[in-house]
DNA sequence: TAGTCACATGAAGCTGAATTCACATTCATG
DNA sequence: CATGAATGTGAATTCAGCTTCATGTGACTA
């Protein structure tokens, strides 16, 4: 977490520094983005880095839960409206709508993420096993509850499928990213994929 | 490329450098993998190594080729026997099916090889761009002849499904490699998975 | 005015990993 | 054996990038 001096600076200046991070952390992977750049885009001395960050490491983690916090605040805010009443699929296109959303507002902070989730860094995967909830996981929990509520067929693979649904759902942001933008048809491709999996696996 | 004297080198001794090799770099990323660690994997002395190759990044490049070249290999020997008659989702089916096998055959090959795809280090990039035809682009064929052929329907977006099939079938590899190893079901699922497919985008 | 505090600075130091290099050893050949 | 070309070796060097530190500045307080 970053240091006290950190807080205690402008707003203004707080939000060059993240931006210069944000930056070099969503050109590079963790070993190849320097703090050298974050310090040289910000226009802060090397020093006053460390009195506001404990490293690299720090500055990162800190990134990376912001990226995550924001996400979920997005989806909860866009999104989630009414989990409750949704059924699986509607669910699921409501997450890959809004996801694909905030990959479209938010170009760099996905690509800090997927390389986040993607990296075998030592640092990447120390952080990932602090962080609980995976994507992972909250697909499969979603999943083991639709077969109860007896909106997905009992015989698929729960873990399997999970893994597929987040894997499907990190290849949609990718796509908006290297293409650079919605297009039209992106909302049309979405619900035909969603359709594509309904048919396979609905009860 | 190595040098020639790797070449010359015994069988053996190739062996144990790029045994060692593969066992670094699948256990670490680029970055991470060090070439320290090459060095004392294979018992060969620092300096031997830059009698073989050119550092770092010409041993890495070499591993790549190694990795590509057998798996291509494998794929035409196992499962394309005749890619012509079979139609578009059999070719799939086929192509899954293999590449999870060799997955559960090379591991650590699959592993070097899923990264070198994901990563944004400098160097990775540097030689997938070399590398003309992509997984994505032989997908983006496939999928464009099928549709000439009739065997997918023609609104579906080829490019997006390319990508698709492509993630797909990276997350089946990481699902093999993460459960460390097939399950009797690891083939139904990937049936399971062609059906929900074909279903979705057969014409 | 002096003292203190919070933040700023960038040169200097440190570190770990890649690479080099001067010397040692092996081995095929005459 | 003798020779030298090929190969082996690891200590020394280089280098990039992270981090520390000694010192500077300005604002606020007594």
Chains 1, 2 share one sequence.
Not at 74 to 79: F, G
Not at 126 to 154: H, M, W
């Amino acid at each position: 977490m970053p240091k006290e001096t950190f807080y205690n600076l402008s707003d203004v200046k707080k939000e060059r520094i993240l931006d210069a991070a944000i930056d070099e952390f969503a050109k590079n992977d963790y070993h190849q983005a320097n703090v050298t750049g974050v310090i040289e885009k910000s226009g802060i001395a090397s020093g006053s880095f460390y009195q506001y960050f404990d490293g690299k490491k720090d500055l990162y983690k800190y990134l990376i839960g912001i990226i995550l916090k924001r996400k979920l605040k997005y989806l909860d805010k866009e999104v989630m409206n009414s989990p409750e009443q949704l059924n699986f699929f509607d669910l699921l296109r409501q997450l890959y709508k809004g996801g694909i959303q905030f990959a479209e507002e938010n170009p760099r902070l996905v690509a800090i993420g997927n390389n986040f989730i993607n990296s075998k860094s030592k640092v990447c995967i120390d952080i990932r096993e602090k962080q609980k909830p995976t994507s992972n996981q909250y697909f499969e929990k979603l999943i083991k509850d639709a077969i109860k509520k007896g909106d997905v067929k009992k015989d698929i693979d729960p873990t399997f499928t999970a893994k597929f649904l987040t894997s499907v759902n990190y290849a949609l942001s990718d796509f908006i990213y290297a293409e650079k933008g919605l297009k039209e048809n992106t909302m049309v491709i979405i619900d035909d994929l969603i359709n594509v999996i309904e048919n396979g696996i609905k009860k």
